[in-house]
């Protein structure tokens, strides 16, 4: 343009010249006058041109920056026709709508066609820029169904708090496998002991004693109370994960006041682990209970400790405490503040595609992995855990990660020649050829009189790993076999009985741990069936649905533990809350789908605790109608210091106690016009058995079993009842003959003991002292 320009004015002035050398003087002088005006005019109309095109070329040129803004042009052109509608006329014109820097020299009305099209691809273009804005949706949904929900002190309880914490009663809790929580919470509770303000004395508790958690967890046990937990990990099961199971359930339980911690005047968590060998899951569980008190209305008053104790972790525990005892005494409010992100509860407002996705995105961040580890499957007792080691130091064998065999000291005594237990006498099971085995560990009670010595799992629930049925048999015959093949240098094991004990005919399942929690305790049983294996199955009466569900057995006991509510809350220590209504619901089951079975009411006697009330004992008798009673004295198995088990030899029956109940409660029953007597006993083992009396077939009571029979009705495949394989009980297992198998030589250890001769203050017989007696 500006070369044509210069060729024109040279051409005008070369005419000039020309002109002037031709004509001389005037004419040229009045040719240059007009050329001279006539260029000036040209120049000037450019330029208003120039003027009147300048605008729009600015406009252009500012919105290339705009949009481009440095990461190359080429994206203008190529978005504008693209799918999102484009970056210039989406996010240029967004940024002249919201008046950026660069939209601020930009004239307000733009060219009518292109702001109709940014409009457009403004609106679609803003998804992403909802996702960008998706932070606060985190707890949206939580904090509308709260706010509709809660009354508007709660907030205020969660931010700020001037409670004065050294009038609180403070409770530390600790959970132990291997001493080491134990020892730090008695340190933790030594340093605040020594605060000077403090107005209470604090006190210590194991949660694995607790005989229900809802007493301060749900509940709390007083409006001063200030939980300090100290807490370890192990990422193989422990006690803790029933805890921490608890926890989150009440969390997600409507009949549970949701923030039922809140009542407390603060909780503080302090960790221990092994930073070293578990790097990853360093006091990982210590901090899931942190976040789950948080989660109920906790509030902490004091930073989680975490300790590592491999390498002398003592004095940090120490350090913690003193820390924690400086705290409860500073008069500063503390902000408590509530992580709404611990919250899971849905919006109630229904969400579009992108919304929903959002919230799945941030729960995941917000609610924090720990918690979400706290249903973790595990296995039940792993091979490097405590609880292995401890089973396994008392005479388990473990088979797989749940199941367990251990000779029990009758089949022992067998084998000597030293009498079988008080199944012998009262059903003709041989001890040398029966196997003690579980086929879970675990149980859904905490019985005062359990053996277990509080270190195996407990769980409502099944919430472990699964062996199959077929390779814990296989693999419990061998541990059997093994344990049996121990005993062949033991002084007077007599042959012939040794080399039958090859051969087991008998399983108790029982021992310890609840065997109809395994999901495949029937298939299991059946199994057992196939080899010629009698089954004895022992259950807790609180897991009504298995029973319902159960195959054939050679005989199905239920443990009744205490006649009332309120007495078997406080034997049994159940974990269910409506423990008593599965209670009944088993002994319903009893009586009607499953009263071809020949049932067996097991009751414990523990002196103190349930002998009391005959009458509400022949109630659930009436309930269940069983076919026989069998009813034992307790057995003490060590001081309840530390194991969680609170009986002395104080609550050990005497067996004339244990008659005495016996007599009462078969009068009792028979007043009732319930066929009921006494019909056997194993006095050796505090043991007496009352039968119904069609088990009383001409006057002779035949409580014994026929095996052979049982087998062969089994394999008959045809329905039959626990009246068709009975066998004659003999004499010498009668009641009044003390149970004592002909055949064997009583063996006394001590001084003889008296149960044969029974007096009023006779002393229990010594071996119930040191072990269980064959369950
Ligand atoms: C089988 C096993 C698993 C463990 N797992 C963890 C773990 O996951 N995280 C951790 O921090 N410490 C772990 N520990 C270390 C214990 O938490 C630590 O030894 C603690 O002091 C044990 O406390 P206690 O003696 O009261 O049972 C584990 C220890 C054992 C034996
Ligand atoms: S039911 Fe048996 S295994 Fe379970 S706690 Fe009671 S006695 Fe122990």
């Given at each position: 343009?500006?070369?044509?320009?210069?060729?024109?004015?040279?051409l005008?002035?070369?005419?000039?010249i020309a002109?002037?050398?031709?004509?001389?003087?005037?004419l040229?002088?009045?040719?240059?006058?007009?050329?001279i005006?006539?260029?000036?005019?040209?120049d000037?109309v450019?330029?208003?041109?120039?003027?009147?095109?300048?605008?729009?070329?600015q406009?252009s040129?500012?919105?290339?920056?705009?949009c481009?803004?440095?990461?190359?042009?080429?994206?203008?052109s190529s978005?504008?026709?693209?799918?999102n509608?484009?970056?210039?006329?989406?996010?240029?014109?967004?940024?002249?709508r919201?008046?950026?820097?660069?939209?601020?020299?930009?004239?307000?009305?733009?060219?009518?066609?292109?702001?109709s099209v940014?409009?457009?691809?403004?609106?679609?273009?803003?998804?992403?820029?909802k996702?960008?804005?998706?932070?606060?949706k985190v707890?949206s949904g939580?904090?509308?169904?709260?706010?509709?929900?809660?009354?508007?002190f709660?907030?205020?309880?969660l931010?700020v708090?001037?409670?004065?914490?050294t009038?609180?009663?403070?409770?530390?809790?600790?959970?132990?496998?291997?001493?080491?929580?134990?020892?730090?919470?008695?340190?933790?509770?030594?340093?605040?002991s020594?605060?000077?303000?403090?107005?209470?004395?604090p006190?210590?508790?194991?949660?694995d004693?607790?005989?229900?958690?809802?007493d301060?967890f749900v509940?709390?046990?007083?409006?001063?109370?200030?939980?300090?937990?100290?807490?370890?990990s192990y990422d193989?099961?422990?006690?803790?994960?029933?805890?921490?199971?608890s926890?989150?359930?009440?969390?997600?339980d409507f009949?549970i006041?949701?923030h039922?911690l809140?009542?407390?005047?603060?909780?503080?968590?302090?960790?221990?682990?092994?930073s070293?060998?578990w790097?990853?899951?360093?006091?990982?569980?210590?901090?899931?209970?942190d976040?789950?008190?948080?989660?109920?209305?906790?509030?902490?008053?004091?930073?989680?400790?975490?300790?590592?104790?491999k390498?002398g972790?003592?004095?940090?525990?120490?350090?913690?405490?003193?820390?924690?005892?400086?705290?409860?005494?500073?008069?500063e409010?503390?902000?408590?503040?509530?992580d709404?992100?611990l919250?899971?509860?849905?919006?109630?407002?229904?969400?579009?595609?992108l919304?929903?996705?959002?919230?799945?995105?941030?729960?995941d961040?917000?609610?924090?992995?720990?918690?979400?580890?706290v249903?973790?499957?595990?296995?039940?007792?792993?091979?490097?855990?405590?609880?292995?080691?401890?089973?396994?130091?008392?005479g388990?064998?473990i088979?797989?990660?749940?199941?367990?065999?251990?000779?029990c000291?009758w089949?022992?005594?067998?084998?000597?020649?030293?009498?079988?237990?008080?199944?012998?006498?009262?059903?003709?099971?041989?001890?040398?050829?029966c196997?003690?085995l579980?086929?879970?560990?675990?149980?859904?009670?905490?019985?005062?009189?359990?053996?277990?010595?509080?270190?195996?799992?407990?769980?409502?629930?099944?919430?472990w790993e699964?062996?199959d049925?077929?390779?814990?048999l296989?693999?419990?015959?061998?541990?059997h076999?093994?344990?049996i093949k121990?005993?062949?240098?033991?002084?007077g094991?007599?042959?012939?009985r040794f080399?039958?004990?090859?051969?087991?005919?008998?399983?108790?399942?029982?021992?310890?741990?609840?065997?109809?929690?395994?999901?495949?305790?029937s298939?299991?049983?059946?199994?057992?069936?196939?080899?010629n294996?009698?089954?004895f199955?022992?259950?807790?009466?609180?897991?009504?649905?298995?029973?319902?569900?159960?195959g054939?057995?050679?005989?199905l006991?239920?443990?009744?533990?205490?006649?009332?509510?309120?007495?078997?809350?406080?034997?049994d220590?159940p974990l269910y809350?409506?423990?008593w209504?599965?209670?009944m619901?088993?002994l319903?089951i009893?009586?009607?789908s499953?009263?071809?079975?020949?049932?067996?009411?097991?009751?414990?006697?523990?002196?103190?605790?349930?002998?009391g009330?005959?009458?509400?004992?022949?109630?659930l008798?009436?309930?269940?109608?069983?076919?026989?009673?069998?009813?034992?004295g307790a057995?003490?198995?060590?001081?309840s210091?530390?194991?969680?088990?609170p009986?002395t030899?104080?609550?050990?029956?005497?067996?004339q106690?244990?008659?005495g109940?016996?007599?009462?409660l078969?009068?009792?029953?028979?007043?009732?016009?319930?066929?009921?007597?006494?019909?056997?006993?194993h006095?050796?083992?505090?043991?007496?058995?009352?039968a119904?009396t069609?088990?009383?077939?001409?006057g002779e009571?035949?409580t014994?079993?026929?095996?052979?029979?049982?087998?062969?009705?089994?394999?008959?495949?045809?329905?039959?009842?626990?009246?068709?394989y009975i066998?004659?009980?003999?004499?010498?297992?009668?009641?009044?003959?003390?149970?004592?198998?002909?055949?064997?030589?009583r063996?006394y250890?001590?001084?003889?003991?008296?149960e044969?001769?029974?007096?009023?203050?006779e002393?229990?017989?010594s071996?119930?002292?040191?072990?269980p007696?064959?369950?």
């Open positions: 343009m500006d070369l044509k320009k210069d060729i024109s004015d040279h005008v002035l070369l005419a000039v002109t002037y050398l031709l004509s001389g003087g005037r040229t002088i009045g040719c240059s006058i007009f050329v005006y006539a260029l000036v005019k040209h000037s450019q330029d208003e041109e120039l003027k009147a095109s300048q605008p729009l070329e406009e040129s500012l919105e290339k920056k705009s481009c803004g440095g990461k190359g042009g080429s994206c203008c978005k504008l026709g693209g799918k509608g484009g970056c210039c006329g989406g996010s240029c014109s967004t940024k002249k919201l008046g950026t820097g660069v939209n601020d020299t930009v004239p307000e009305t733009p060219s009518t066609n292109d702001t940014s409009e457009t691809d403004f609106t679609e273009a803003f998804k992403p820029l996702k960008v804005k998706k932070a606060p707890v939580s904090k509308l169904a709260r706010s509709k929900s809660e009354p508007s709660f907030k205020k309880a931010t708090s001037n409670e004065k914490l009038d609180s009663q403070i409770y530390i809790f600790y959970s132990s496998l291997q001493g080491a929580a134990q020892r730090s919470a008695k340190a933790v509770a030594k340093v605040l020594e605060v000077e303000a403090l107005k209470h004395t006190m210590v508790l194991n949660l004693d607790l005989s229900d958690f809802d301060y509940n709390v046990p007083s409006l001063n109370a200030l939980y300090v937990m100290v807490l370890p193989s099961d422990s006690p803790l994960d029933f805890f921490l199971q926890m989150d359930e009440n969390c997600n009949r006041d949701k039922a809140r009542k407390l005047t603060g909780y503080a968590v302090l960790g221990i682990g092994d070293e060998s790097p990853s899951k360093f006091c990982y569980q210590a901090k899931q209970a976040l789950l008190l948080a989660k109920q209305g906790g509030r902490r008053v004091f930073p989680v400790g975490e300790v590592c104790m390498f972790g003592d004095p940090k525990v120490i350090e913690w405490a003193k820390l924690l005892a400086e705290t409860l005494q500073d008069d409010p503390i902000l408590y503040e509530y709404e992100s919250e899971t509860e849905e919006a109630e407002e229904p969400l579009d595609e919304t929903k996705e959002t919230l799945i995105d941030l729960e961040v917000g609610k924090s992995t720990e918690l979400q580890n249903n973790e499957i595990k296995e039940m007792v792993a091979k490097d855990s405590p609880t292995y080691k401890n089973l396994t130091k008392q388990y064998t088979v797989g990660s749940h199941s367990g065999v251990k000779i000291r089949t022992k005594n067998d084998l000597r020649g030293r009498g079988s237990c008080y199944k012998h006498s009262l059903f003709n099971i041989v001890s040398s050829r196997m003690e579980t086929p879970s560990l675990a149980c859904s009670s905490k019985c005062v009189f359990c053996w277990r010595h509080g270190t195996n799992p407990v769980s409502k629930t099944w919430r699964v062996d049925p077929e390779y814990i296989e693999n419990a015959l061998k541990g076999y093994a344990k121990q005993l062949r240098g033991v002084p094991v007599i042959a012939e080399a039958k004990a090859f051969e087991v005919r008998h399983c108790a399942l029982s021992l310890v741990g609840e065997p109809i929690m395994y999901p495949f305790i298939k299991f049983v059946s199994l057992l069936h196939e080899k294996i009698s089954s199955l022992v259950c807790n009466a609180q897991h009504p649905q298995p029973l319902r569900e159960l054939k057995v050679t005989q006991y239920v443990s009744i533990d205490a006649p009332t509510k309120t007495e078997l809350k406080k034997v220590r809350r409506d423990f209504e599965r209670l619901e088993c319903e009893l009586k009607t499953q009263a071809h079975q020949r049932t067996v009411f097991r009751m414990t006697l523990v002196k103190g605790f349930n002998m009330d005959v009458s509400a004992y022949a109630d008798v009436q309930k269940g109608i069983p076919c026989f009673i069998e009813v034992k057995t003490f198995c060590g001081s210091d530390g194991n969680g088990n009986l030899m104080q609550n050990i029956p005497f067996y106690e244990c008659v109940f016996v007599k009462n078969s009068a009792e029953l028979q007043r009732r016009g319930l066929g009921y007597d006494v019909a056997a006993e006095a050796h083992s505090n043991c007496i058995l009352i119904n069609k088990f009383k077939v001409n009571w035949w014994h079993i026929d095996f052979d029979k049982f087998f062969e009705l089994l394999a008959s495949g045809q329905s039959f009842s626990h009246l068709d066998a004659k009980t003999p004499e010498w297992a009668l009641f009044g003959n003390g149970g004592f198998a002909p055949g064997n030589t063996f250890k001590k001084k003889k003991p008296s044969n001769k029974p007096q009023a203050d002393t229990p017989v071996p119930q002292l040191t072990q007696i064959a369950t």
